[in-house]
């Protein structure tokens, strides 16, 4: 019984795959942010370039 408790004890103080977790959920939500900024920017270039050329 004392090796199973030793064993459970061992795998909750193991912080390794949460740490990967973590940095995989913020990997994930920064390229959130960087796809809607891009795609905000893109929007808002392309209306400028129309303006642009429809004044042109």
């Known amino acids: 019984m004392t090796k199973l ?6 795998m909750l103080d193991e912080e390794g795959g949460a ?8 990997v994930a939500l ?14 808002n270039l392309s209306t400028t370039f129309n303006n642009i050329a ?3």
């Open 5 to 10: 408790a030793a064993m459970v004890r061992s």
């Open 19 to 26: 740490t990967a977790v973590e940095y995989g959920l913020m």
């Open 30 to 43: 920064i390229a959130v942010v960087i796809i809607g900024a891009v795609s905000l920017l893109g929007n």
């Open 54 to 56: 429809a004044q042109v």
